[in-house]
């Protein structure tokens, strides 16, 4: 089947540094992303709960899940993640794909779910990963120079001072 997105991103306000920075890096890997921000015209004025169960059910190759506190406890984030489910449920094969931002464990999410720990893996990590999987021959990552990578657990750094950041 085909889908509008490799990638639809699921997250909680307080981690929308995080979508962002996973977005511009996948994006500038070849990947077509969904952020909201980036489709504030197609979203604009329409009902978001009818709009997310569609985006969330039907035209993504998969979801990437941000998972915080903040994610469980978001009316908008437990729409997404009710969508993704029953998706889950209609496919054999993965879509969810968890990244824990912290401890927190959505309920209804099997616990025997593989998943990333943004913590140990960081966003370029992620990012990394998540371009392999879609892309199993894929060259080494392109990370764009304007792109603000967020520390983890928290802070920015440009990826053009990233060299500096690790020495």
Not at 95 to 119: E, F, H, I, M, Q
Request: hydrophobic residues 40%.
């Amino acid at each position: 089947m085909e889908h509008d997105f490799d990638v639809l991103l699921s997250f909680a306000g307080s981690e929308r540094a995080y979508a962002r920075a996973i977005h511009a890096i996948c994006s500038a890997n070849g990947l077509k992303v969904f952020l909201d921000e980036e489709f504030q015209d197609e979203i604009w004025g329409k009902n978001l709960v009818e709009f997310l169960d569609e985006l969330y059910r039907v035209r993504g190759a998969y979801c990437v899940a941000l998972l915080s506190s903040e994610y469980c406890q978001r009316a908008y984030t437990r729409v997404e993640r009710r969508a993704s489910f029953d998706r889950m449920i209609e496919q054999a094969g993965e879509y969810l794909l968890p990244v824990r931002v912290d401890d927190t464990w959505p309920p209804g999410l099997p616990k025997a779910t593989a998943y990333l720990d943004l913590r140990v893996h960081g966003v370029i990590g992620v990012c990394e990963l998540l371009v392999r999987k879609l892309r199993k021959n894929a060259p080494k990552l392109v990370i764009p120079p304007e792109v603000q990578v967020p520390r983890v657990p928290r802070g920015r750094i440009k990826a053009d001072h990233m060299i500096d950041y690790l020495k």
